[in-house]
Each structure stands twice: as structure tokens, then as C-alpha cells.
């Protein structure tokens, strides 16, 4: 990489956070993880100043609406140009318009291949100036 890179994962479930890290990891060696687990926690973290290069969230969290989330972070000047990648367990299609008008850069569905979520994530913009593994 040509200089760090940091994901920040917001999603509840240990289970997806540990799938998540072990597949991302498998592609994306160099990154620095960071997890959190509800949005008062994600608000926090990014309050913090903490560095943060891709925001993936899963947007089915409980106390999360889908478009609030996505919405209430582009609100804010200092998030406006952070890539957030929502995940969600149903995609349809006017979900994924529906996010992606509220702000999302890329929506992918949980079930769906992961190549094709590793392929999506290569393909975002934050990449344009960095070597991927």
C-alpha cells in the first residue's frame, strides 16, 4: 500500500464482524480494523479523530434506521467525502437506490459472493491512488 488504510466496520453480530475480518484480511493485508457495535459507539469513535479511510455499515443494525445513518454522516462536512459502503441482509432494488441517493458509495448484500463484494470494494474511488494486495 502506499500509505494506511484504515476500515471501520459498524455491525453487531461477532459472528459477521469475525466473517468480515477473515475475508477482508484474506484480500486487504495491510489494513487497520476497527470495529464497533452500535451507533452511539460509532458516533464516538468518529468523534474521536481517530483516522478512517472507509466506513462499511451494515445498516440493518436495531438502533439504526437504514437512510438516517447514511444521511445523518453525509450531513456532516467532515464525513462528506468518507466512502460508506452499506451492507444490508435484502437488496432490492429500491433499497440500493435508496441508499446510495442518501449517500452510500457502494451497497452490497450479505448473502451475495464475496468475490464480488472484494471486486466492488477495489473498485471504489479511495483506490484510485493506492496499490491493493
Keep these: 500500500m502506499l500509505?494506511?488504510?484504515?476500515?471501520?466496520?459498524?455491525?453487531?453480530?461477532?459472528?459477521?464482524?469475525?466473517?468480515?475480518?477473515?475475508?477482508?484480511?484474506?484480500?486487504?493485508?495491510?489494513w487497520t480494523y476497527y470495529i464497533v457495535?452500535?451507533?452511539?459507539?460509532?458516533?464516538q469513535f468518529l468523534a474521536g479523530g481517530s483516522p478512517v479511510s472507509l466506513l462499511l455499515i451494515d445498516v440493518d443494525i436495531p438502533d439504526t434506521r437504514r437512510l438516517t445513518m447514511?444521511?445523518?454522516?453525509?450531513q456532516r462536512s467532515i464525513y462528506h467525502?468518507?466512502?460508506?459502503?452499506?451492507?444490508?441482509?435484502?437488496l432490492v432494488p429500491p433499497c440500493a437506490s435508496d441508499l446510495i441517493?442518501?449517500?452510500?458509495?457502494?451497497?452490497?448484500?450479505?448473502?451475495?459472493?464475496?468475490?464480488q463484494m472484494i471486486g466492488m470494494l477495489r473498485n471504489l474511488p479511495v483506490f484510485s491512488t493506492q496499490r491493493i494486495n
Excluded: W
Design 37 to 43: 457495535t452500535s451507533r452511539q459507539e460509532l458516533m
Design 3 to 30: 500509505f494506511p488504510f484504515y476500515l471501520l466496520i459498524f455491525e453487531e453480530s461477532p459472528y459477521e464482524v469475525a466473517l468480515l475480518r477473515l475475508l477482508l484480511k484474506m484480500h486487504f493485508t495491510d
Design 101 to 115: 441517493d442518501a449517500g452510500a458509495s457502494a451497497c452490497f448484500q450479505k448473502s451475495s459472493d464475496v468475490n
Design 70 to 74: 447514511v444521511q445523518e454522516l453525509r
Design 81 to 90: 467525502s468518507l466512502p460508506i459502503v452499506s451492507i444490508c441482509s435484502s
